[in-house]
């Protein structure tokens, strides 16, 4: 079952490599970020959302992270989801969305609402 404070999280590095990577995929002109991108941090949510809780099957409704300082290419980063509502009725979760450096920095912080099917399971 879901419950409210129900948490997961990974935990992920990028290189300099990556950041080159990145680059290539925007196109030959961009240049490596010197700071891992949003969208990077943004994907690390994605993936807890919708392999790890709720997991398979989620479909997101919304999302909104607010970037509170650059996160370090080359540091720990462990991004976060909590459940903080559950509306079986209509099959909504509600999540609080953290990520921070391995000293504790938070690098950003956010909600999302996904649709789930069956909230009763976990």
């Not at 030959?28 to 392999?51: D, H, M, R, W």
């Not at 398979?56 to 992270?65: A, E």
């Not at 607010?66 to 903080?84: K, N, R």
């Amino acid at each position: 079952m879901f419950e409210v404070g129900q948490r997961d999280e990974i935990k992920r590095s990028y290189t300099v490599a990556d950041m080159a990577d990145f680059a290539a995929l925007a196109g030959p002109k961009a240049v490596a970020p010197e700071t891992v991108p949003g969208p990077l941090i943004g994907g690390l949510f994605s993936y807890l959302l919708g392999v790890k809780l709720p997991g398979r099957g989620t479909n997101y409704l919304k999302q909104s992270l607010e970037f509170l300082t650059p996160a370090p290419i080359g540091e720990e980063l462990t991004a976060s989801v909590t459940i903080t509502r559950l509306r079986p009725e209509k099959h909504l979760v509600d999540l609080e969305s953290v990520c921070e450096t391995a000293n504790g920095t938070r690098i950003c912080q956010g909600r999302a609402l996904v649709y789930v099917e069956d909230v009763g399971k976990g």
